[in-house]
């Protein structure tokens, strides 16, 4: 079993900047694709972006490219998204994910318990 710990949430104003955590307990972090995903109140769950194992890959949904970058640090079991010029759309609570597999944008095994980012305007 996976444990995802995501950390980094918060409030901050339209235009501003966070940037989220996800740490595991995995020992072998680097053999799993990971991504984020969020969920407004009242919406299904989105996917955000994913990363490959060595973090040579990414891919974005079209509603954050140019705004967010995922990356990774194999060596402290860490992956990140940082997230700039924030706008209130993209309030949500953002999960951390992630699968021994290739997957990108659907199909994860393992999940986090989500960190709340509220952006005011």
């Known amino acids: 079993q996976v444990q995802l710990v995501e950390s980094g949430g918060g409030l901050v104003q339209a235009g501003g900047s966070l940037r989220l955590s996800c740490t595991t307990s995995?020992?072998?972090?680097?053999?799993?694709?990971m991504a984020w995903f969020r969920q407004a109140p009242g919406n299904g769950r989105e996917f955000v972006a994913s990363?490959?194992?060595?973090?040579?890959?990414?891919y974005y949904a079209g509603s954050v490219k140019g705004r967010f970058t995922i990356s990774r640090d194999n060596a402290k079991n860490t992956m990140y998204l940082q997230m700039n010029n924030l706008k209130p759309e993209d309030t949500a609570v953002y999960y951390c994910?992630?699968?021994?597999?290739?997957?990108?944008?659907?199909?994860?095994?393992?999940w986090g318990q989500g960190t709340q980012v509220t952006v005011s305007s």
């Open positions: 990363i490959n194992r060595s973090g040579g890959s990414t």
């Open positions: 994910a992630a699968d021994p597999k290739d997957v990108w944008d659907s199909d994860y095994a393992y």
């Open positions: 995995a020992r072998t972090f680097s053999r799993y694709t």
